[in-house]
């Protein structure tokens, strides 16, 4: 699997865009990028994935470069209840399934 | 809520008990999976299930030992533990056992071992 790399953590304002960035240089064709999010002492939580195009769904939205060896995951208006720490996965649509999970970015949002 | 329940949340068990933790999902998916998440610790995999049948064992000690009788339960037997093997025991299920799709997570079961 490719590795992924991102910031140990990063602070952001409330009501202000928190922009999460993730290196995956080594990511093959066939690798998807997750993004996925734990709050504390909760399971992890979906919450978007791509592929080779920009995607946006009601959470957030994934901007992946055209080289795809980087990605930002962008939640635009950042809650308090954003506070987590966030997981980017490359994983590949084969029969390969194993989410593997790194340290994350620990996000704080700040009022 | 993500359709995937775990109980109990929270347990308290010594080396020498056996307890089981379960595991339920309402989503129709066929793919069950168990995880573990030690504190300061990334999570790592522990087992898989496809249409009830184990199709992955990431090199787990025998005390723990999973079931599933169909596919949307999945439990974890637990036997002569140790304090170490106190942590966050996750399950999350998808709809097939593929990279292409999303796990969807239960919240956990907190597991202390004294």
């Known amino acids: 699997d490719a590795k992924t790399t991102q910031p140990p953590s990063m602070d952001c304002a409330e009501g202000r865009a928190a922009n999460l960035p993730c290196n995956h240089s080594?990511?093959?064709?066939?690798?998807?990028v997750y993004w996925y999010r734990q709050i504390h002492s909760q399971g992890p939580q979906y919450i978007i994935h791509?592929?080779?195009n920009n995607e946006t769904n009601e959470m957030a939205s994934l901007i992946i470069t055209e080289d795809r060896k980087s990605s930002t995951l962008i939640l635009p208006h950042a809650t308090l209840r954003d506070t987590a720490v966030y997981y980017c996965i490359v994983s590949t649509s084969s029969n390969d399934y194993k989410l593997s999970f790194g340290a994350g970015t620990t996000v704080t949002v700040r009022a | 809520e993500t359709g995937v329940t775990q109980t109990p949340r929270h347990l308290v068990m010594g080396m020498t008990n056996k307890k089981s933790l379960k595991c339920e999902q309402h989503?129709?998916?066929?793919?069950m999976y168990w995880y573990k998440q030690s504190a300061k610790k990334p999570l790592e995999l522990m087992f898989v299930y496809n249409f009830k049948e184990q199709t992955e064992n990431n090199s787990v000690p025998s005390r723990f030992s999973p079931e599933c009788p169909n596919s949307s339960h999945l439990f974890l037997h637990l036997h002569t533990l140790q304090p170490e093997d106190s942590a966050l025991y996750l399950c999350?299920?998808?709809?097939?056992?593929?990279?292409?799709?999303?796990?969807?997570f239960g919240p956990g079961t907190r597991l202390l071992v004294l």
């Open positions: 999350a299920s998808s709809q097939e056992p593929s990279g292409e799709e999303t796990q969807y």
């Open positions: 080594t990511i093959s064709g066939n690798e998807y």
């Open positions: 791509g592929l080779k």
């Open positions: 989503l129709g998916h066929n793919a």
